[in-house]
C-alpha cells in the first residue's frame, strides 16, 4: 500500500516538474520577442453613433491598434489624415468600433448634400408614388428597388399593360429623407433613385405615358430572371375586339337646278308676200308676267332681205306693214 501511494507522488511530482519547465520556455519566448506583440498599425473608428449630416471631429473618432501591416482599403490610419484639409460630414451612418470608411464620409470641406452620394458617372432622378405604388412606406433609403410602368396600349383596343422599366436600381432618399438610420416605414409621395443618364430619361419619358410604381428586391439578388410584359389577356381579362366601322355613306350629288327661262315681250313673226317671206319682231299688246324689261339684243337676220325690221325704230311710211303684223299677231293668238 505504501509502495503504491509513493509511485503516484513520485508520477505527480513528475509532472509537475514538466509542466513549469515547459511554463518557462514559452514565457522566455514571449519575452525573447517583444516587438511581435506591438501594434504595426492604428485605424480610426467612430467612437458613438453617427447619422447622416453628422460632422467628424476629434472627439467623435479615435485611433485603435492594427495588429497587421495593411490596413483595409479605403480607411484611415490617424485622426490627423481624416480631419486635415476641412471638416468632413458622415453621408452613411456609422455605428461605435466601426471603421471610418472614405465612401461613407465626404470629401474635405464638402457638405452632405445628396450630390455628394452619387457614384461616378450616376444621376439623381425622383418617381411619384403614393402609399400602394411605394410599397407603403417600407422603401427606405440604401434599399433597391425595380421600377414598373403601367400604361395602355396605343392602338384601338386600349388594353392596360405593365413593363418593368428597371430593375435593381439603389434609393438615395425617400422625399427630403436620405439617412438610412431611419428605419420606420414612412408613406412617401417622392422616392429619388440613383440612374444613369440613359435611365434617367427612360424615367422621365415614361412619367408622361403612364403611371410608375416600385417593386422592394434583395439587396444582394444576383439571379433577377427575365423580363415579360403582362397584359389583361395575362390576368384573365379578355378584351372584346372592337367592331369594324361601317363605310360612310355616300352622298348623291346635289341636284341641278334648270335655268329658268325668261319670257319675252317680243314675238317672231313671218309675212310672206308675192313669194317674199319677211320677219318681223313684234311687241306683245299684253306684256308676258315676270317678262325681262330689257330685250335681249337679237341677231337673227331676215331671209330674204338680210336685213332685220325693229319696230320700234321703223318709219312711219312702214305703218301700213306694222298694222297688218298686228292683225297678223290677234289672228295667231
Do not use: C
Request: hydrophobic share 40%; charged share 25%.
Amino acid at each position: 500500500m505504501r509502495r503504491h501511494q509513493a509511485i503516484i507522488l513520485v508520477a505527480a511530482i513528475g509532472m509537475g516538474a514538466t509542466a513549469a519547465y515547459l511554463t518557462r520556455n514559452m514565457v522566455h519566448a514571449q519575452l525573447a520577442m517583444p516587438a511581435a506583440s506591438e501594434p504595426s498599425n492604428h485605424i480610426v473608428v467612430a467612437t458613438e453613433a453617427l447619422g447622416f449630416g453628422a460632422a467628424l471631429n476629434s472627439e467623435n473618432v479615435s485611433e485603435i491598434p492594427w495588429f497587421t501591416d495593411t490596413l483595409p482599403a479605403g480607411t484611415f490610419a490617424t485622426k490627423d489624415e481624416l480631419l486635415t484639409g476641412g471638416r468632413r460630414t458622415v453621408l452613411y451612418p456609422l455605428k461605435p468600433g466601426e471603421p471610418v470608411w472614405r465612401s461613407r464620409v465626404t470629401g474635405p470641406g464638402q457638405r452632405a448634400s445628396l450630390a455628394s452620394l452619387l457614384e461616378d458617372g450616376k444621376r439623381a432622378v425622383t418617381v411619384r408614388v403614393d402609399d400602394v405604388r411605394g410599397v407603403a412606406g417600407f422603401v427606405l433609403p440604401g434599399d433597391f428597388v425595380d421600377i414598373v410602368m403601367i400604361a395602355d396600349d396605343a392602338s384601338n383596343r386600349r388594353q392596360s399593360y405593365s413593363d418593368i422599366l428597371l430593375e435593381h436600381v439603389k434609393v438615395l432618399a425617400i422625399d427630403q429623407i436620405a439617412d438610412e438610420a431611419e428605419g420606420k416605414p414612412t408613406v412617401a409621395r417622392a422616392v429619388t433613385v440613383e440612374v444613369t443618364k440613359e435611365q434617367a430619361q427612360k424615367i422621365l419619358l415614361a412619367n408622361n405615358i403612364g403611371k410608375l410604381s416600385l417593386i422592394l428586391g434583395r439587396p444582394a439578388e444576383v439571379d433577377r430572371g427575365p423580363n415579360h410584359r403582362i397584359s389583361e389577356r395575362d390576368i384573365g381579362r379578355i378584351i372584346a375586339e372592337p367592331a369594324p366601322r361601317p363605310p360612310p355613306p355616300v352622298r348623291a350629288p346635289p341636284p341641278v337646278a334648270p335655268i329658268p327661262v325668261v319670257p319675252s315681250d317680243e314675238v317672231r313673226v313671218s309675212i310672206v308676200r308675192n313669194g317674199e317671206s319677211k320677219e318681223y319682231w313684234v311687241i306683245r299688246s299684253n306684256p308676258v308676267a315676270g317678262a325681262s324689261s330689257n330685250p335681249v339684243p337679237r341677231t337673227d337676220s331676215e331671209s330674204v332681205t338680210g336685213t332685220r325690221s325693229n319696230p320700234a325704230t321703223r318709219p312711219d311710211s312702214d305703218l301700213g306693214k306694222r298694222t297688218e303684223s298686228g292683225q297678223m299677231q290677234k289672228a295667231a293668238r
